[in-house]
């Protein structure tokens, strides 16, 4: 995979530029990566939307079933499920024309991935926005 789904371009502009996050996988449960993530992007200043089948509200946010409930503009739909998983959520982020995915570390799909950017979405893969974030903070 190298560093083709590592953009520096690309991340810096996720981080800085887009406000509206829905997290796939997102559940109320304090103990998953997923949910540390979306509270830090939310106190960073982004709006995060919890997708999950449960649908539970989570850091203050009502949640979603599937994206395909989302009414609003997602800028990035970050995809918290195993990679196995991954595509399914990456096809719906096509569909509802999010603007990108991102695919924390450990989670690859290169041929989601490449659906994503034929799309038009930007993709940031096997990365993870916390340590991304702590790095541009440095620099």
């Excluded at 009502?62 to 995809?79: Q, W, Y």
């Excluded at 991954?86 to 290169?110: F, K, S, T």
């Excluded at 991935?113 to 340590?131: F, I, S, T, Y």
């Amino acid at each position: 995979m190298g560093n083709a789904y590592a953009d520096e371009n690309v991340i810096r502009r996720l981080l800085t530029e887009t406000r509206t996050w829905a997290f796939v996988g997102l559940s109320d449960n304090p103990h998953r990566t997923a949910y540390d993530q979306a509270g830090l992007l939310q106190t960073r200043g982004k709006r995060i939307i919890p997708v999950h089948p449960a649908a539970e509200t989570v850091h203050g946010e009502p949640g979603h079933a599937s994206l395909a409930e989302v009414r609003e503009k997602v800028d990035v739909v970050a995809i918290y499920r195993r990679a196995e998983h991954a595509g399914q959520a990456v096809d719906e982020a096509v569909a509802i024309g999010a603007g990108a995915v991102w695919l924390p570390l450990g989670v690859v799909d290169e041929a989601a991935a490449r659906r994503a950017r034929e799309a038009g979405l930007d993709v940031v893969m096997d990365r993870c926005p916390g340590v991304e974030w702590a790095l541009r903070r440095t620099r």
